[in-house]
């Protein structure tokens, strides 16, 4: 079991606020946000959101192999699909023409994920 992190800092937390950056951890996330310490792939322990554009959100996280900070970036067309993690973290797409525009945006957004890991 990982030891709880700050989901701003990614340092050890043990209380309700950081002792490392002053987050407090009883911070709200909005629902269509991955929880903080959601653990991806076995892999990434997933921390605040840093940003959300028309394509994804970035969150802050901890790889857990490499015990490093990294940044998660995840495909969420905002514009085309909708999720609520008190229930699931998958995506519901909205409409069967937003289906079609989130298979090509996917792709889109897989190709510049494979060209930057090769960088």
Not at 46 to 60: K, N
Request: aromatic share 10%.
């Amino acid at each position: 079991m990982e030891p709880k992190r700050c989901p701003a800092c990614m340092n050890r937390v043990s209380g309700e606020v950081c002792e490392h950056c002053g987050y407090d951890l009883r911070t709200p996330v909005p629902r269509h946000h991955m929880v903080p310490g959601t653990v991806l792939n076995n892999q990434y322990y997933i921390g605040r959101a840093l940003g959300q554009g028309g394509f994804g959100i970035t969150y802050i996280g901890w790889d857990l192999y490499l015990e490093m900070v990294v940044c998660v970036k995840e495909f969420y067309p905002a514009s085309a699909v909708n999720r609520d993690v008190t229930q699931s973290l998958s995506v519901r797409v909205n409409t069967a023409d937003a289906a079609v525009h989130y298979e090509q945006s996917r792709e889109r957004f897989l190709r510049e994920a494979q060209a930057l890991a090769k960088l």
